[in-house]
């Protein structure tokens, strides 16, 4: 057992996640592997936008991933700090966005 | 323009030898063997004798810190006249039509000029393995003329068309150089998709894959054209081999068993029935033969069946000859597959 909860050795077994449901691991690797591939997006924005939602969940085994694909893909460091920021403005920005919601609750509240 | 990284040689390093590389990625362990993963495809055997690829030698103006030749301004191995001569003699026999100059930085090389003029006169087209830095330098200011003249063929290393990237690899102001030194082949006419041709090799700054050749090909001609008005005719995307220095950053950065294994993940069968080695020969500065430059820098040379040295070179006995692989053949068959002209699958 490792001595914290995230181990970059977890990440190659994955794959393990089959034992248990494998008809639904099929199908969402088929999904998955789909949605990867060169479409109306290139496959180099589907890894920045795979990095940027990786950030946002704040799961290092998708960084992890999705840095190295997008390093794969063509990207350079300028393009994928520009992905994370994008991330980041729309974390803060639905945090802030949401303080509406604290208003009109305020509002209705207050006399 | 600084040469940052000494060779490995000059560290007396143990990776300097080729014999310790083998071992290093050789050891028994958690990755299979490259012959064990051809099933099917191998053994590998040399199919034709399309390419006469000769290193002239390790002698360079950089030291990049990914070089498989561990090349560097302080080696001192150089190819002599009487064995260029035997190279020629051989082109003369194998009747190839391309022959392939490499080294270190070939250009510096005294025999250089003599073997592209020689095969011109067999009629043979001829590939020079170039810098870029070079073209800069006061002792080759008749340089460009020369390659111009004689229709040479530039396969020219850029690794990125950023100069943070470019100077991380090959040292700094290597980009700026090599942005000069584009101009100057533009201006001669090279890279205008007539006859003297300009590729540029691409190969990934750090340990993971290069992507798609086109997709990368169609970015160095955007970046190239719209900040520097450089043309070029095409990019090969080329796959780090874990050799020499390469393997070296890989050892030290603490990637070394995530890359290989990322290698052997991505191997693809029909990359491995495109791997250069089955149409060529590859010559080193001493006229030994070998499969490739590869195993060249890895002091692995053909099997012995098929005659060891230039001046014995029958190209009979090397049709059909066998590969002598490892597992730094993973690199040529991993993804879409990687030679000295990019993509093979
Ligand atoms: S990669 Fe090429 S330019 Fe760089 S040190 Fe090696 S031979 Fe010289
Ligand atoms: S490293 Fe050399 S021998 Fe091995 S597959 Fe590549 S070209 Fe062939």
């Given at each position: 057992m490792a001595g914290t909860y995230y181990d970059p050795a977890d990440l190659p077994r994955f794959s393990e996640m089959s034992e248990g449901a494998p008809e639904l691991w099929t199908k969402f690797m088929e999904y998955y592997g789909a949605v990867f591939e060169e479409g109306a997006l290139s496959e180099r924005e589907k890894a920045l936008i795979a990095l940027a939602v990786a950030s946002a969940v704040q799961c290092p085994y998708c960084i992890d991933a999705y840095t190295q694909a997008s390093l794969e893909k063509g990207s350079n460091l300028e393009q994928m700090t520009e992905a994370i920021h994008v991330a980041t403005a729309i974390r803060g920005g639905a945090s802030l966005v949401h303080g509406v919601q604290m208003k009109n609750i305020a509002e209705k509240l207050s006399m | 323009m600084s040469t940052p990284f000494p060779t490995l040689q000059k560290r007396g390093?143990?990776?300097?030898?080729g014999e310790s590389q083998r071992r290093i990625l050789e050891a028994p362990g958690r990755f299979p063997r490259f012959d064990d993963v051809l099933d099917?495809?191998?053994?590998l055997r040399t199919t034709s004798i399309d390419v006469f690829q000769v290193n002239v030698g390790k002698l360079c103006n950089q030291t990049c810190k990914h070089c498989h030749v561990d090349a560097g301004p302080d080696r001192k191995e150089i190819m002599t006249q009487a064995t260029a001569e035997e190279c020629v003699r051989a082109i003369e026999r194998s009747g190839v039509k391309t022959v392939d100059i490499t080294g270190?930085?070939?250009?510096?090389?005294?025999t250089f000029r003599y073997l592209v003029r020689e095969s011109k006169r067999l009629g043979c087209h001829v590939i020079d393995r170039c810098n870029?830095?070079?073209?800069?330098l006061r002792s080759q200011a008749d340089l460009l003329e020369f390659l111009a003249e004689h229709s040479v063929e530039v396969i020219a290393s850029l690794p990125y068309f950023q100069a943070r990237q470019t100077d991380a690899q090959r040292g700094d102001g290597v980009f700026e150089s090599s942005i000069l030194a584009l101009q100057k082949l533009n201006g001669a006419?090279?890279?205008?998709?007539?006859?003297?041709q300009l590729h540029l090799v691409y190969n990934p700054v750090g340990a993971f894959l290069p992507p798609r050749q086109a997709s990368i090909e169609a970015d160095f001609k955007r970046e190239l054209k719209q900040r520097y008005d450089i043309t070029i005719d095409g990019v090969y995307a080329i796959t780090n081999l874990p050799i020499s220095r390469f393997l070296d950053f890989l050892r030290t950065s603490g990637n070394y068993e995530a890359y290989l294994q990322k290698l052997i993940d991505a191997y693809n069968p029909a990359a491995a029935q495109g791997v250069m080695c089955r149409t060529m020969v590859s010559v080193g500065w001493d006229g030994r033969l070998y499969d490739c430059d590869f195993n060249q820098m890895l002091d692995f040379p053909v099997e012995a069946t098929a005659g060891r040295h230039v001046r014995d070179f029958d190209p009979a006995r090397h049709v059909g000859r066998r590969i002598r692989t490892g597992r730094h053949c993973f690199g040529c068959t991993a993804g879409a597959g990687s030679s000295c002209g990019g993509e093979t699958a």
């Amino acid at each position: 057992m490792a001595g914290t909860y995230y181990d970059p050795a977890d990440l190659p077994r994955f794959s393990e996640m089959s034992e248990g449901a494998p008809e639904l691991w099929t199908k969402f690797m088929e999904y998955y592997g789909a949605v990867f591939e060169e479409g109306a997006l290139s496959e180099r924005e589907k890894a920045l936008i795979a990095l940027a939602v990786a950030s946002a969940v704040q799961c290092p085994y998708c960084i992890d991933a999705y840095t190295q694909a997008s390093l794969e893909k063509g990207s350079n460091l300028e393009q994928m700090t520009e992905a994370i920021h994008v991330a980041t403005a729309i974390r803060g920005g639905a945090s802030l966005v949401h303080g509406v919601q604290m208003k009109n609750i305020a509002e209705k509240l207050s006399m | 323009m600084s040469t940052p990284f000494p060779t490995l040689q000059k560290r007396g390093d143990e990776l300097a030898s080729g014999e310790s590389q083998r071992r290093i990625l050789e050891a028994p362990g958690r990755f299979p063997r490259f012959d064990d993963v051809l099933d099917g495809v191998g053994p590998l055997r040399t199919t034709s004798i399309d390419v006469f690829q000769v290193n002239v030698g390790k002698l360079c103006n950089q030291t990049c810190k990914h070089c498989h030749v561990d090349a560097g301004p302080d080696r001192k191995e150089i190819m002599t006249q009487a064995t260029a001569e035997e190279c020629v003699r051989a082109i003369e026999r194998s009747g190839v039509k391309t022959v392939d100059i490499t080294g270190g930085a070939p250009e510096l090389h005294p025999t250089f000029r003599y073997l592209v003029r020689e095969s011109k006169r067999l009629g043979c087209h001829v590939i020079d393995r170039c810098n870029l830095t070079v073209l800069n330098l006061r002792s080759q200011a008749d340089l460009l003329e020369f390659l111009a003249e004689h229709s040479v063929e530039v396969i020219a290393s850029l690794p990125y068309f950023q100069a943070r990237q470019t100077d991380a690899q090959r040292g700094d102001g290597v980009f700026e150089s090599s942005i000069l030194a584009l101009q100057k082949l533009n201006g001669a006419g090279y890279g205008q998709g007539n006859g003297r041709q300009l590729h540029l090799v691409y190969n990934p700054v750090g340990a993971f894959l290069p992507p798609r050749q086109a997709s990368i090909e169609a970015d160095f001609k955007r970046e190239l054209k719209q900040r520097y008005d450089i043309t070029i005719d095409g990019v090969y995307a080329i796959t780090n081999l874990p050799i020499s220095r390469f393997l070296d950053f890989l050892r030290t950065s603490g990637n070394y068993e995530a890359y290989l294994q990322k290698l052997i993940d991505a191997y693809n069968p029909a990359a491995a029935q495109g791997v250069m080695c089955r149409t060529m020969v590859s010559v080193g500065w001493d006229g030994r033969l070998y499969d490739c430059d590869f195993n060249q820098m890895l002091d692995f040379p053909v099997e012995a069946t098929a005659g060891r040295h230039v001046r014995d070179f029958d190209p009979a006995r090397h049709v059909g000859r066998r590969i002598r692989t490892g597992r730094h053949c993973f690199g040529c068959t991993a993804g879409a597959g990687s030679s000295c002209g990019g993509e093979t699958a």
